[in-house]
């Protein structure tokens, strides 16, 4: 199909013209016969699958979507995975859920310091098989990690998705008080420990360096997701009376030394909530939406 306007070549799809805008005759019954009609079915896309494994049980996983992402593992008869209570999204009918403490009042009252519920949920197969779904309650990243033995990795609060059960999770406390006060997400951490499979929840885009021995790395505080327990993190405070009060990076910065592995997000959520927090209308003001926008913000700067 030629455009009418200037000649140009079209797709019999199109409306209007790729080179010239105009509108191209006839474009409007050729996209009419796409219309689905009333009662069929609608076969919606399945969503973009990004990573697919297996656990060391022999459970299968994928995870899908981009940036909203969910991660659907399959279980055999007998297989488990657990999470914080309120964490699934989906299952089947042959998936049994389970509500336990799990590790005693000690570890109980961690959880809840590192973010996390008081009570976890075991989610086992008990015929056939069967699946059961975590999805991601920010836009960010679901980072499946495969610990070996003793291995372990120290994250963000609030980090925990889902795991198998051989993995332990547990309260990692910063022993150092500039760490603590100044590090972004306070004194308390979560710790995996392996062995098994586990599923952490980032924020934005994750992305992941290798510090050899004695190298270092400074960050701003909020965007240290995740590092292996062989590097030293602590806090530096920025140098210089200009960049200090005209830097906009605050007084403090992360000091990531290595050897061993970190992974930084590109958006943490308290960034994103201050960033919200400015455009939202006060409690006071005439719009409803506005004030209830704002309780929002305020609940996720407080956690």
Same mark, same amino acid.
């Given at each position: 199909m030629k455009c009418p306007e200037c000649g140009a070549e079209t797709s019999a799809d199109k409306r209007f013209?790729?080179?010239?805008?105009?509108r191209v005759a006839g474009a409007e019954e050729s996209v009419a016969a796409f219309v689905p009609q009333a009662g069929a079915r609608i076969d919606l896309p399945d969503p973009a699958v990004s990573y697919?494994?297996?656990?060391?049980?022999?459970?299968?996983?994928q995870l899908i979507g981009t940036?909203?992402?969910?991660?659907t593992i399959e279980l055999d008869p007998g297989q488990t995975v657990y999470s914080e209570s309120g964490g699934m999204a989906w299952m089947?009918?042959?998936?049994?859920?389970?509500?336990?403490?799990?590790g005693g009042l000690g570890k109980m009252l961690g959880r809840v310091f590192s973010g996390e519920s008081l009570f976890f949920?075991?989610?086992?197969? @008990?015929?056939?098989?069967? $699946?059961?779904?975590f999805a991601s309650e920010f836009p960010g990243k679901i980072v499946p990690m495969d610990l070996a033995e003793g291995q372990q990795v120290i994250a963000q609060k609030d980090a925990f998705m889902c795991a198998e059960k051989s993995v332990d999770?547990?309260?990692?406390f910063r022993k150092r008080l500039g760490a603590g006060f100044f590090g972004g997400e306070g004194f308390i951490l979560q710790q995996f420990t392996g062995p098994g499979l586990v599923f952490a929840e980032l924020d934005g885009e994750i992305v992941e360096y290798t510090l050899d021995d004695g190298q270092t790395m400074m960050v701003d505080t909020g965007y240290v997701a995740m590092f292996e327990p @062989?590097?030293?993190?602590? $806090?530096?405070?920025v140098r210089g009376v200009k960049n200090i009060f005209f830097g906009g990076e605050g007084l403090f910065l992360a000091r990531l030394r290595g050897p061993g592995r970190v992974w930084l997000q590109t958006m943490p959520m308290y960034n994103l909530a201050r960033k919200v927090a400015r455009y939202i209308q006060p409690s006071g003001g005439s719009s409803s939406g506005g004030s209830i926008a704002?309780?929002?913000?305020?609940?996720?700067?407080?956690?």
């Open positions: 013209c790729p080179q010239c805008g105009a697919t494994g297996h656990g060391r049980s022999g459970l299968k996983y940036t909203l992402q969910a991660v089947s009918a042959n998936v049994q859920m389970e509500t336990k403490t799990a949920v075991d989610y086992t197969c @008990t015929r056939g098989t069967g $699946i059961v779904s999770v547990a309260m990692h @062989t590097v030293d993190f602590d $806090i530096e405070m704002g309780g929002v913000v305020k609940s996720l700067l407080s956690n």
